[in-house]
Every structure is written in C-alpha cells, then in structure tokens.
C-alpha cells in the first residue's frame, strides 16, 4: 500500500472507530456513508472520540489536528478512487456486503478489498469480485481505538500478498494480528460467542445475575470484561445475527440463540448503543440492573 489510502465504507460504530484509527495513523483517509443524516454527523463523531483521547492522555493534541487534516467524509464512492485498501463495515447482511464488493471491484481495480465481518464468509463475498484473490476479512473490535486485536481472515483464494499487505498495515496502524482461515465465526466470534451464549442461558435459567456471572469471569478466570458486558457493547442484536449465522452454517445446536437473547432484541434492548441491555447504560458507564 505504497499510497497509504484508505477507503472505510460504512459510518457506523466499528467504521468510525476504523476511520479513526486509519487517519491518527497516518493514512489518507476516507469514510463513506450512504445516510444524509448520519454522514452530517460523522466528521464530529469521530473527532469527538480523538478529543476524549487527548483528554486522556492517549494522543497528542497535534496528532488529533493532523488527522483531522487527513480525513475526508464522503457521499458519493467515485470519490473514493485511488484508494490502496478497502475495508467494508457495513451492517451483518450478506448480500448487502455482496453488492457493496460488486461495486468496489469496479472502482478500486487494484486495491485489496477488506471486510470487516465477524463471521459471513469471505469466499462469498469475494465471489462477488473479479479477483477474488485480493479479497480478505480484517475484523476490528469494539471500541477499536482501545482493542489491540484485529482479525485476519484469509478466504479460499486470497493470495500471499494479500494477506502480506494486510499483516503490514494492521502493524501500521498499531494493532497486533491473529490470522485464521474462513470459517463460519473465523477465532474469535465463534470463541466469544459460544461463552456469551452459555452466559445467557444461565441468566435465562435464573443460575446467576449478570453481573454476578461476569465477575465469575473477571475475578476468578481473569478476564478482562465477562461475556454478557461485552455483549452489551457488541450490541445484542449483532450477537444475535451471528448466533444465527453460526448455528446454520456449523449446524450446531450450541449456536442456537437463547430465547432471552431473542426477546431482548425485539423489545429494543440491543445494550449500550440502545441505552439498556443486560446492564442499564450512563454514557460509557455500566449500571447493574
């Protein structure tokens, strides 16, 4: 990536935490967002995460203003020609990401074109592309500016140079790589999830309080968040999207999503972005419910 061009596609939670992170680093980049309202306020929403992280300490008020400087929201993805890599946040619905490929592959000849999923298949969607071997997964996690993890999923036909290309600018932007096939749930989400999962049940079958479970984990296991906060930062909904995903494509029972899980979506109860999961949420503080 000699250009050191980013294109993130998707405004969201993990694509502004992306873009972020992209531009602090030192890469030209641009995020684009197919909603008037939210591309309005995504300058801000990303500039407000660097202002939080001067006020801590964690950068530089001069590098907060230098990446503003590299920064650039755009509403029309012809804008984005010359990118060196794509990467696509956009929300769990394959054939969503599909046409999204099918358009960056027209676009950006050379670029390597990334997903961000946590669990749809790569292959798929580089079957989407003319050149499936410059397709790959790098899978971010949530807040991504304080996750020092970062997912590389290599698909049945990304080739060695891909994955060198995307290895090199994970290094880049100070993030460390694991590196995992294409696999429904890849490491991680099929780890994290099958603990989330057996959290829910137990909270479902009146074994422990939320809280009392993940401090199991934290306290007696050393884990830095149990399984049910993180959830709540994830979102339940996504949680539950790849729960689905799973349970079809290993044909697993212990994929199946909970009832509890279910019904918490669908009352609206998707946990920190939604103001109330299995915690009540004041900003970024959880409160025991």
């Given at each position: 990536?000699?250009?050191?061009?980013?294109?993130?596609?998707g405004?969201?939670?993990?694509?502004?935490?992306?873009?972020?992170?992209?531009?602090?680093?030192?890469?030209?980049?641009?995020?684009?967002?197919?909603?008037?309202?939210?591309?309005?306020?995504?300058?801000?929403?990303?500039?407000?995460?660097?202002?939080?992280?001067?006020?801590?300490?964690?950068?530089?008020?001069?590098?907060?203003?230098?990446?503003?400087?590299?920064?650039?929201?755009?509403?029309?993805?012809?804008?984005?020609?010359?990118?060196?890599?794509?990467?696509?946040?956009?929300?769990?619905?394959?054939?969503a990401?599909?046409?999204?490929?099918l358009?960056?592959?027209?676009?950006?000849?050379?670029?390597?074109?990334?997903?961000?999923?946590?669990?749809?298949?790569?292959?798929?969607?580089?079957?989407?592309?003319?050149?499936?071997?410059?397709?790959?997964?790098?899978?971010?996690?949530?807040?991504?500016?304080?996750?020092?993890?970062?997912?590389?999923?290599?698909g049945?036909?990304?080739?060695?140079e891909?994955?060198?290309?995307?290895?090199?600018?994970?290094?880049?932007?100070?993030?460390?790589?694991i590196?995992?096939?294409?696999?429904?749930?890849?490491?991680?989400?099929?780890?994290?999830?099958?603990l989330?999962?057996?959290?829910?049940?137990?909270?479902?079958?009146g074994?422990?309080?939320?809280?009392?479970?993940?401090?199991a984990m934290?306290?007696?296991?050393?884990?830095?968040?149990?399984?049910?906060?993180t959830?709540?930062?994830v979102?339940?909904?996504?949680?539950?999207?790849?729960?689905?995903?799973?349970?079809?494509?290993?044909?697993?029972?212990?994929?199946?999503?909970?009832?509890?899980?279910?019904?918490?979506?669908?009352?609206?109860?998707?946990?920190?972005?939604?103001?109330?999961?299995?915690?009540?949420?004041?900003?970024?503080?959880?409160?025991?419910?």
């Open positions: 990536m000699s250009n050191r061009t980013v294109l993130v596609i405004g969201g939670t993990m694509g502004r935490g992306i873009a972020g992170v992209c531009a602090l680093a030192g890469f030209e980049t641009a995020v684009f967002e197919a909603d008037a309202q939210a591309r309005s306020r995504l300058r801000e929403a990303i500039q407000g995460g660097w202002r939080k992280a001067v006020e801590r300490g964690k950068v530089s008020p001069e590098a907060a203003e230098e990446a503003g400087g590299r920064l650039r929201v755009i509403e029309d993805l012809e804008e984005s020609r010359g990118a060196d890599l794509a990467i696509e946040a956009i929300p769990e619905i394959l054939e990401k599909k046409e999204t490929f358009v960056l592959d027209r676009l950006l000849p050379d670029a390597v074109l990334a997903s961000n999923t946590s669990s749809l298949s790569i292959g798929e969607l580089a079957g989407a592309t003319s050149r499936p071997q410059r397709v790959i997964g790098i899978h971010f996690f949530n807040p991504v500016a304080v996750m020092p993890l970062v997912e590389i999923v290599r049945p036909a990304t080739s060695r891909t994955v060198e290309a995307a290895a090199e600018f994970v290094a880049a932007i100070g993030k460390q790589a590196h995992v096939t294409d696999s429904p749930g890849f490491a991680t989400s099929r780890l994290g999830l099958a989330g999962l057996e959290a829910m049940r137990m909270v479902e079958e074994v422990a309080s939320a809280a009392d479970i993940d401090r934290e306290l007696g296991y050393g884990h830095r968040m149990g399984p049910l906060k959830t709540d930062l979102g339940l909904d996504v949680r539950l999207s790849i729960a689905e995903a799973l349970s079809s494509g290993l044909n697993e029972e212990r994929f199946r999503p909970p009832d509890l899980l279910r019904r918490m979506v669908a009352e609206g109860r998707n946990g920190k972005k939604s103001g109330e999961g299995f915690y009540r949420w004041d900003g970024d503080k959880p409160v025991e419910k």
